[in-house]
């Protein structure tokens, strides 16, 4: 194994492989930091620029897209609250409130090194762990897949930040946006009113970029002839950062790093889930595992280690479903299979015989494509972190321009963009009215996926208690169970604090 996987480190740093992995990192990174882009888009508009390559460079500049986006996206998610990509939108809970509190060097970089640590991670647990990995996802059916979603759903109750109720009414309105258009199992209309507009249903695109974006400028914008924001505008943040004092608050978080890294590597080894609910999931536990729970969405470096760290090592977990058994994790992975298919190659529990070679090459790629994002996004820096210097009254047409053009190029028509400005208006009024977004976007990811799921495990069988008996299924619950109860008690420990340093004499 170390001999098949230096042979593919050295094949890798070739100028021919070297190349393609640069370019397509690059690619990925600057795909990641635009709003509405997505990595999905991205490896698309690459693809067809690998038909003339062999397959090992075709490949390497695919998972150089994968690995760069899935960092990129941070870097709008910290300096603009909006995130990139979906799977950044856990680190916009904390990276954006420490960008604005002066420190946005240190919060894309606490995010670009936690991309990196967990990516090893993530590359370890690929090489050395395949098997086993694969074998618990093949034990998985439609009753474990509905409990898993069950408690990422439960994660809701960690995520509501100073009500409960308000948290479920959140997590309510996700789910009801999953249900209008059609039924995914049979494509039946409903709740779409006649309406052609509402017809197809609300693509899940425009509505994080309506909800986060739209919300996160007209926030911005009512600031803007406040005295405090005047006065924060006329001090330009510090661009410069110790990486070594950056590295060093990851690594001396080694729990919390390894547990973020391990939840998203198992959640991108089970198909069809995705790494934006890898991140907020591992965003929850660090929530829940912090001695100050209560200092989240200040900005805590602890979520965005979290977020992030999970984000990439989700990467490592989604090729080992794709490589052992050609079962696509997700959009990206959809795209590098189909690559594959078109070089003649075959996915699938032979692939690590038949084409060994080729497997440790990416291997190789997926590692190197980390060091590679680390020195672009230290190229592309200062001019990155120069966005926050930009005066808000020629930020905001700009941003809201791109995300309406992002909106459109979903399917180049102007529902998009209907669509974005409708989540628009939602957004901004559940964000004065003071619902936290982290458990709608969490509802609308696993809405679809809950409902599926659920009406899959009865048509096979309609016996309810499967989903207890079985044993994985069963202990998900139990788990989805222990997590509410945690995150009552904590939320009841929080309210007692409060109230006792209300109570204390003020001298």
């Known amino acids: 194994m170390i001999d098949l996987l230096a042979n593919g480190l050295v094949q890798i740093v070739q100028w021919k492989y070297l190349l393609p992995l ?3 990192t690059v690619a990925g990174v600057i795909g990641g930091a635009l709003p509405g882009v997505t990595i ?22 695919m998972t150089g897209v994968y690995v760069g986006g899935s960092a990129g996206g941070l ?17 916009t809970f904390e990276g954006f409130p420490m960008a ?22 993530g590359g370890a647990f690929l090489i050395l762990v395949t098997g086993p990995l694969a074998k618990i996802a093949l034990a998985f059916g439609p009753w474990e897949y509905f409990s898993l979603f069950i408690l990422a759903m439960a994660m809701v109750a960690g995520l509501a930040e100073a009500s409960l109720l308000k948290g479920v009414i959140a997590t309510a309105i996700g789910l009801l946006i999953t249900v209008i258009g059609t039924d995914p199992i049979m494509a039946v209309p409903r709740f779409n009113f006649g309406s052609e507009f509402i017809g197809a249903g609300f693509p899940f695109l425009p509505v ?7 919300a996160q400028i007209m926030t911005d914008i009512e600031k803007m002839s406040a005295p405090k924001m005047a006065g924060a505008a006329g001090a330009a943040p510090s661009l410069r950062v110790a990486h070594l004092k950056v590295i060093g608050e990851i690594l001396s978080r080694p729990f919390l790093l390894l547990w973020s890294s391990l939840v998203g590597i198992v959640i ?16 929850d536990q660090a929530k829940k595992f912090s001695r100050r729970p209560e200092k989240f969405g200040s900005g805590v470096p602890e979520g965005i280690i979290a977020s992030e760290s999970s984000n990439n090592a989700n990467v490592g977990g989604s090729l080992v479903t794709i490589m052992a058994f050609g079962i696509p994790g997700d959009a990206v992975t959809a795209v590098m299979l189909g690559a594959m298919t078109i070089h003649g190659i075959t996915s699938g529990p032979l692939f690590m015989v038949k084409h060994s070679e080729l497997a440790y090459g990416i291997y190789a790629a997926y590692i190197l494509a980390h ?23 020629v930020l905001a047409p700009v941003v809201m321009t791109l995300c309406v053009i992002g909106a459109y190029a979903l399917n180049n028509t102007m529902q998009g963009v209907y669509v974005l400005l409708l989540f628009g208006v939602i957004g901004y009024v559940l964000v004065k009215a003071g619902f936290p977004l982290a458990p709608l976007i969490l509802g609308l990811i696993l809405g679809d996926q809950i409902e599926i799921n659920l009406i899959r495990a009865i048509m096979t069988d309609d016996n309810p208690w499967l989903f207890v008996t079985r044993p994985i299924s069963g202990g998900l619950l139990l788990a989805a169970a222990t997590s509410v109860g945690l995150a009552v008690w904590q939320h009841l420990r929080h309210q007692k604090k409060v109230a006792a340093a209300e109570s204390e004499p003020n001298f």
């Open 208 to 214: 994080l970029i309506g909800i986060f974006a739209f």
């Open 371 to 393: 060091v590679l994002m680390v020195a672009v996004v230290w190229v592309c820096a200062l001019f990155l972190l120069r966005i926050v210097n930009v005066r808000l009254a």
């Open 75 to 91: 870097v709008t998610a910290c300096l603009l609250g909006i995130p990139g990509t979906p799977s950044a939108i856990a680190t």
């Open 40 to 61: 999905t888009l991205t490896i698309i508009v690459v693809l067809p620029f690998t038909f003339g390559l062999d397959p090992l460079q075709g490949l390497a500049a």
């Open 100 to 121: 604005r509190g002066g420190q946005p060097g240190r919060a894309i970089w606490l995010g670009v090194w936690a991309s990196f640590f967990g990516g090893l991670i």
């Open 268 to 283: 991108g080894v089970l198909p069809a889930i995705g790494g934006s609910a890898a991140s907020v999931l591992a965003y």
């Open 22 to 24: 640069l370019l397509g």
